[in-house]
């Protein structure tokens, strides 16, 4: 985009500096910038980018977009060789780049959304499709308004075209998932799984299940929409879009699945064995056959993120062969369900990347029959607070100690305001159960346990920093076996 363009479509304001240049590339951080590079200033309740302004200059930026141009030195305007833009929100400057370079590519773009599971749906998407296609995924948590926009950004620069965005969409109100289909356009859209996430935020699950069904607004007429039939709310959802529509669906023990529109190809998926180390088999039956392999990375829902990641690639006419191939290179992201062996009789699990009920219940389920298969005397959950549940997170902890109780975990610690009532009703349950006021409380009393044939499950809200658990059983064994 030219910055003439660019001052039309925001209404910026040219400070200084040459008036005929292209805005691109784009960076935000000035540890990373190039030469040549424009310099897009965030701003955030910790962090001020117009305070780097200078540091951009230094590193060889031509041209900077501010809200604020106090910290910029006088000669910056003077010598007239950076063109310095004016905007009250350079967020949304962000924005319209990034539309206009996905505007400018000819790529797929597929959407990822739903409570649970994105992140490694987004992950399997992208290994499945590898083989034939260069694939751009978005990073980390790159799933807000400013990491989908720099994905698009951060692509410009590569010599080699892509052929499929795989885009992870995060929201925390009505509208966020909106606006990232704006600057996304996406063709294909996945929703997960619907779940109380962030119900405390937005009130309902009536909203959270609007918030999610932005994505299918947002997809063309002759887009493709892909939905888990298991999904209380898959009705719903498959009547919010009236175009071509895959399922997937987890087969039940008996070997029956829900009944589902004829006219709606879909994926069905089971768990069919375990192998050494928690690593779980998967059979499909797809339209184009069935497949059975096991997955590389553990957990019992991460067969519907490689169930989507197939129809995925059925809907693309991909072979069975291709996808399965393409999934060899799928891998566990970091503290999500990781499980750690710490010595020969002590596995750690951890999964402190964030918590909700419905990944809660998961990783429980999980850890509790990987210590039963594993033949561990002790299974504890290390567990802090459940973030965003709103007048409901009461009854959501309280109900973590029924789980726990089903699964047979013999030891509960926790830390956190909430988890309080699961220590509380853990207790009327008779598990063995101790609540500490603040997490410092719980590490020091990590280093006075025996941990020998014990099975840990670690998980808590991000803001939790559970990880330090992680970290301190680390120390106080030499790390991993």
Not at 431 to 458: C, G, M, Q, Y
Request: charged share 20%; with cysteine; proline share 5%.
């Amino acid at each position: 985009m030219q910055l003439n363009t660019f001052l039309v479509y925001t209404g910026g304001k040219l400070l200084s500096g040459p008036s005929h240049l292209s805005l691109f590339p784009v960076c935000t951080d000035t540890r990373k910038i190039r030469p040549g590079d424009v310099f897009v200033a965030l701003q955030g309740p910790n962090f001020n980018g117009n305070r780097f302004a200078e540091d951009a200059v230094a590193k060889g930026a031509k041209a900077l977009i501010l809200s604020d141009t106090q910290f910029l030195p006088p000669e910056v305007f003077h010598q007239q060789k950076v063109s310095v833009i004016s905007l009250p929100d350079p967020m949304y400057a962000l924005g319209i780049l990034g539309k206009e370079c996905r505007s400018q590519s000819r790529a797929k773009v597929i959407g990822v959304t739903g409570s649970v599971g994105k992140s490694t749906t987004k992950e399997a998407v992208a290994s499945a499709l590898s083989i034939p296609f260069n694939v751009r995924k978005s990073q980390a948590s790159w799933n807000n308004e400013i990491g989908i926009p720099l994905t698009f950004l951060e692509s410009a620069r590569d010599s080699e075209a892509v052929d499929v965005f795989v885009l992870e969409m995060g929201m925390r109100k009505r509208g966020d998932i909106y606006y990232l289909c704006a600057i996304s356009q996406p063709e294909m859209g996945i929703i997960t799984h619907t779940a109380p996430a962030h119900i405390g935020l937005l009130g309902s699950m009536r909203e959270i299940v609007r918030a999610k069904a932005e994505l299918l607004d947002a997809l063309p007429a002759d887009g493709t929409a892909f939905l888990n039939a298991d999904d209380r709310y898959f009705p719903f959802y498959s009547s919010q879009f009236s175009g071509k529509k895959w399922c997937v669906s987890r087969r039940k023990r008996s070997g029956n699945s829900p009944k589902l529109p004829a006219e709606i190809p879909c994926v069905h998926w089971q768990n069919v064995g375990w192998l050494e180390g928690g690593r779980l088999v998967f059979s499909f039956s797809t339209p184009k056959g069935s497949v059975e392999f096991p997955a590389l990375i553990p957990g019992f829902s991460v067969g519907l993120s490689l169930a989507f990641a197939l129809a995925i690639g059925c809907a693309l006419n991909l072979s069975l062969e291709t996808i399965v191939k393409g999934l060899e290179k799928l891998q566990s992201l970091p503290h999500r369900l990781q499980i750690l062996p710490l010595s020969e009789n002590f596995i750690v699990i951890d999964d402190t990347y964030n918590a909700n009920p419905t990944s809660m219940k998961s990783a429980i389920e999980f850890v509790g029959e990987m210590g039963r298969r594993k033949g561990f005397e002790q299974k504890w959950a290390i567990l802090g607070d459940m973030l965003e549940l709103g007048e409901w997170g009461e009854k959501y902890h309280r109900a973590l100690a029924r789980q726990l109780k089903r699964w047979e975990f013999t030891r509960f610690w926790s830390t956190g305001e909430l988890m309080a009532h699961a220590v509380e009703e853990a207790k009327r349950l008779n598990i063995p159960a101790l609540h500490f006021p603040t997490l410092n409380d719980l590490l020091r009393e990590i280093a006075e346990k025996d941990w020998e044939n014990s099975i840990v499950l670690v998980k808590g809200s991000r803001a939790m920093q559970l990880d330090r658990v992680v970290e301190e059983f680390e120390r106080i064994t030499g790390g991993r076996r």
